[in-house]
């Protein structure tokens, strides 16, 4: 469960607090960067974790004075290490080094590594006792339960950037969750808010990458174009505010400026604003308890002139209703369900499937799961990676069956 704490504003530290950033080369990493530059130096960078690019990560690690960068393929381990020579930042590859990343002494680690790929990692930071600022929503959909409890356990700070998450988090502040009646995530509806179901599931990676309001990585992208992202985020807030799926809501809102509202049980509602830049939750989960002024972007209500809202459409959307019958059947469910829309977001962009495919191959393998008996809520990290490779199994299988019959879209 997470509170808002209640503490005076004690005024800024006079140490600068120490960053990891894993997927410092990604999306969230980049306006991670920003916000460290921006910093005045309260805020400084230890390490840095990214996947494939070693160039990347070689300047993001150079601009940022980190200590230490790890990529997390080991072929281009060379040419990080060339672009490293003579200054300092020692370099190292392999899914290894990226835990040892995640486990350089710093005070705080950004998760913002996409897909399983962030879940040892993110883990590994959190067990070490670090505050973890989780922009990586698939560790919890993956293996929710393991990560609140260790959080519990150890009485660490899982502290939400994902945007309706963090607008959740300041809305609630500190309030009893009994006092919650429900919480609402909004979205924007993305590029297909108004499209038809036939148009959307014939939509092209292109038009799926197109998003309205934000600029993210291409994973997260296709996700919202088809409202899994939400119905990730439903699962990802179960396990942050321990909210049963039953109050538990999403509102489509264009604007993408409201981004979580919080319910009470007297009437009253609190919601979250802000611009349409993760600036703005990043620097939060930063300097959180503090808050000192940043450059993320601003907005004017006045200009904006109208707020819109409506209800989804899990006809036309129907991965989110998929997802919240994850939610509510549990038993690991979820997790295959991440696993296996994982995979199939990887095929959709690679143009092996359908974007309508999506849903239907992640429900197949949902309803293969329960068939063969899935019963049981992933207790641990290690258990929910198995079920997780099950499910990416079943998903490659779909995907085989589907190539050998000739058949471009699943029935
Ligand atoms: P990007 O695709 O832009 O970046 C992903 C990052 O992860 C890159 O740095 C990539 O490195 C790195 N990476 C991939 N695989 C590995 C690995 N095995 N080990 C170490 N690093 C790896 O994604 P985003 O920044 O958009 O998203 C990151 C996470 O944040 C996702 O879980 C997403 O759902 C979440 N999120 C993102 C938002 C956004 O606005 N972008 C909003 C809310 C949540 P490389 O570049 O070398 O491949
Ligand atoms: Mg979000």
Redesign the pocket.
Known sequence: MLHAERKPNAGYEAAPRSVVI??????????TADIIADSNGALRVAAV??????T??ARVARDLGAEFA????ESGYAELKQALAGTGIKAAAG?AA?IEAALHPAEIVM?????T??VE?TFAALAAGRSVAL?????LVCAGSAFVRQAAALGTRLLP???EHNAVFQALGGADPETVEKIVLTASGGPFRTWTAQAIAKASPEQALQHPN????????I?SAGLM?KG?ELIEAHHLFGMEAERLEVLVHPQSIVHGLVAFRDGAVSAGLAAPD?RV?IAHCLFYPQRPKTMARRFDLAEIGQLNFERPDSARFPALRLARDCLKHGHGLPTVLNAANEVAVEAFLGRRISFGDIARLAERCCDVAVREGLSREPQSVEDALAVDHMGRERAHALLAELAASGMLTIH
């Open positions: 894993l997927g410092a080369t990604g999306s969230i990493g980049k306006s974790a990214g996947g494939r690019d070693p990347g990560l790890a990529l997390a393929d899914r990226v998760a913002a590594i996409v897909g790929a962030g990692p922009a990586n929503k698939e560790c950037v994902d945007s934000w600029s993210m990585g291409p994973k997260v992208t996700d992202n990730l993760m939750p």
